[in-house]
């Protein structure tokens, strides 16, 4: 996708705030994002070991949850996605229902697949891509 049909996004529920909202209404405030599904991750945090939450945007494939570690298309990676990298142990919050998963980067050979999916639930993930000399990983939470 062209940078010109970026779809830009609504702002208004975002980060911490999204996070509080998500949970304090078990989902029913915060999953639906900008017309996309959220889950709420919460990994553990790699230097202060303690739990770090974020929402992201998700699709399904099978019984496996896919999130883009796209950070917009910035230059580097978001911390979750480095503290994944260090504890892939985590747990994942969609709407009210809570699970324990694992997580893993796609391979390459499965990356075109899942990206597919992904880019379907929300086409700005090609235009990050784009913007960033750095390949977006796309991460798989298997439920355990």
Known sequence: MPE???????????G???????????????YVWNGVPTLL??????RSGRPLTRPLIFGRD????????SYGGAPHH??????LAADPNATIQVQSEHKPVIARTASVTEK?????????????YDVYQSRT???IPLVILSPV
Do not use: C, F
């Open 16 to 30: 911490d705030e999204h996070v509080r909202a998500y949970q304090d209404s078990g989902g029913e405030v915060g």
């Open 41 to 46: 991750l919460t990994v553990t945090g790699r």
């Open 62 to 69: 099978h019984d496996d949850y896919l999130v883009v570690a």
């Open 112 to 124: 075109p697949r899942l990206w597919k999916i992904m880019t379907d639930v929300w086409p700005n």
């Open 78 to 83: 978001p911390s979750w996605y480095l503290n």
């Open 133 to 135: 000399a750095r390949d």
């Open 4 to 14: 010109s049909q970026y779809r830009p996004t609504d702002l208004t529920l975002l």
